[in-house]
């Protein structure tokens, strides 16, 4: 089992930047991809970017404002989003998928944390 933890959520306005965390814990490997994903309400849940053993890969739609990183010594990841807009206004949730790479597909995920609300002002 893996246990996800999101941080970092809030209410920010249109041009600012956020910073989210996800925090793994329990059967972590060096081949756990992770990834997060969004979903606002109404919507369907969408992938933002993925961190695998392949590298990491981000949607079309947000990749010029958006920069994932992760740290495997501490079993972390990070999103950092730029230049908010009311429309990233969603929860964001941290996905993990016990593989070397498991794509942009929601139901390849096994493991999820909570989420974590972003609501952006106009």
């Known amino acids: 089992q893996v246990q996800l933890l999101e941080s970092g959520g809030g209410l920010v306005q249109t041009g600012d930047s956020l910073r989210l965390t996800c925090a793994a814990a329990?059967?972590?490997?060096?081949?756990?991809?992770m990834a997060w994903f969004r979903q606002a309400p109404g919507k369907d849940r969408e992938f933002l970017g993925s961190?695998?053993?392949?590298?990491?890969v981000y949607a079309d739609s947000v990749k010029a404002r958006l920069s994932i990183s992760r740290d495997g010594t501490k079993n972390t990841m990070s999103l950092q989003m730029y230049k908010l807009k009311p429309e990233d206004t969603a929860t964001y949730y941290c996905?993990?998928?016990?593989?070397?790479?498991?794509?942009?597909?929601?139901?390849?995920?096994?493991?999820w944390g909570q989420g974590t609300q972003v609501t952006v002002s106009s």
């Open positions: 996905a993990a998928a016990a593989s070397f790479v498991a794509g942009t597909e929601s139901s390849a995920y096994a493991y």
């Open positions: 329990g059967r972590t490997s060096t081949h756990l991809t």
């Open positions: 961190v695998s053993g392949i590298g990491t």
